[in-house]
């Protein structure tokens, strides 16, 4: 059985000249879902050293990393020459064009401009914050399943599903599966590693471990941007800017393990 994307409108609700999108929602969800959880987690985790003002304003970091981070991410990554022929179009956010590796980086930044603030270390930082991010992530993928984009290559599996916007060919819910591994599956893993007391920097290694292992497996089943298509190697830019991700990460989980305990 071959399904149909169900085609939804993207504006999730009208009010007069203000539109407001699935996508911005989504968002506002992935935002909500780490407040909570950063709560949490500050509450359960005693040894975590975190005040209820500092995971607010954390938070706020997070956010203008992400959004600052994951639109320039996308105008550099993937769309350099377009953006420097229309610029103005780089504010242009509710018509999508995030890169979730832009928006790591600006919040990696982000981090360290919140550690000069506080007598926390980046890394430990890193490590806090790391568990609150798959949610976000889950968020985002349901918002580009929403708005039929990011779809997946063609199949020939009874979970095809035609997405009428680009043709009538069976395609895989790349954007599910996404949601389902770099959400729900990172989450749990990132959760249930971080419960315990770690060494300083082992739960931002599994970070970079586990989102650059899961995104590089299910670029294999999402269609390459057509302004960019299959680079060297054969293999997708997500595929290409995750792999330093899951060395860097190695490397880090390695020197953590191994550096003398103070």
């Known amino acids: 059985m071959v399904w149909t994307h169900p085609q939804f409108n993207p504006i999730a609700l009208q009010l007069g ?41 954390v938070l706020f970091y997070i956010v203008l990393g992400i959004v600052l981070g994951g639109r320039l991410g996308y105008v550099l990554f993937y769309m350099p020459h377009y953006y420097i022929s229309h610029p ?11 890169s979730f590796h ?9 981090m360290w401009i919140f550690s000069r603030r506080t007598a926390k270390t980046w890394l430990a930082i890193i490590d806090f914050i790391a568990p609150l ?39 895989h819910p790349s954007q599910l599966y996404e949601l389902g591994l770099e959400g729900v599956a990172f989450f749990l893993l990132l959760w249930g590693f971080s419960r315990k007391q770690r060494p300083t920097g082992a739960v931002s290694a599994v970070f970079l471990i586990g989102y650059g292992v ?7 089943t ?41």
């Not at 103005?88 to 995030?98: A, K, N, R, T």
């Not at 063609?154 to 599903?161: A, R």
Request: aromatic content about 16%; cysteine-free; charged content about 15%.
């Open 222 to 262: 999402r269609e390459p941007d057509n302004f960019l298509g299959l680079l060297a190697l054969n293999m997708s830019m997500g595929q290409w800017l995750s792999l330093p991700m899951i060395v860097g990460g190695m490397g880090l989980l390695t020197w953590v393990y191994r550096r003398p305990s103070r």
């Open 102 to 110: 832009g928006g790591f980086l600006g919040v990696l930044i982000a």
């Open 88 to 98: 103005l179009e780089i504010f242009y956010v509710w018509q999508g064009g995030m």
């Open 17 to 57: 000249p203000l539109a407001i999108h699935w996508y911005g929602l989504m968002y506002l969800v992935g935002f909500a879902a780490g407040l909570f959880l950063g709560q949490y987690r500050r509450r359960k985790n005693t040894f975590s050293g975190w005040t209820k003002t500092e995971v607010d304003d």
């Open 133 to 171: 991010i798959p949610p976000g992530i889950a968020a985002g993928r349901l918002g580009n399943f929403i708005n039929g984009e990011l779809w997946g290559r063609p199949t020939d599996g009874t979970w095809g599903m035609v997405f009428p916007n680009v043709d009538l060919v069976a395609r």
């Open 214 to 220: 899961f995104r590089f497996v299910v670029e294999f």
